[in-house]
């Protein structure tokens, strides 16, 4: 840690704690502050400070998201909620955020049927696999 960090903590330290009649404590203190590595960046679970059940169901419907189109190829997210249910105390629209992530891509959408209507989900496929995008035939036959 840099000196002036240093000095910033041991002055909360000593407003808090009252460590002036103790000059060999405040000095193993200050050693041992000058001593500390701290890193930069967000904690490495990739979470960060996000621990409420929406955040962490997110965390497991892309872990499987990520498993089945690696398996399968594609994946949407109806097959998603399907393997990985929703907490019972979740909005349905937090499923929005599973697959608009850096590791998906988006390559095309289908048309499901749920009771009379019908909805338009949205297929994606891992973004660093080797997916090429099938070529477009206008006419077969006559293109030649």
Known sequence: MQDRHVDQVMNVIRQV???SKMPEAADRLRDKL??????????????????????????KARAFARSY?????????????????????ADRR????VLKHEDFTRTGTKQ???GRTFRTVG???LADSDYEEPEEFDDVITDW
């Open 34 to 59: 000058k001593a500390l590595n701290l890193k930069r960046g967000p904690e490495p679970s990739g979470l960060g400070r996000k621990r409420d059940p929406q955040s962490i169901w997110i965390q």
């Open 123 to 125: 297929i994606f496929r």
């Open 112 to 114: 499901k049927r749920i």
């Open 69 to 89: 189109a690696a398996q399968y190829g594609e994946v949407d997210i109806e097959t998603v909620v399907d393997n990985v249910p929703l907490p019972p105390t």
């Open 94 to 97: 937090i499923i929005g955020g």
């Open 17 to 19: 704690l009252n460590i």
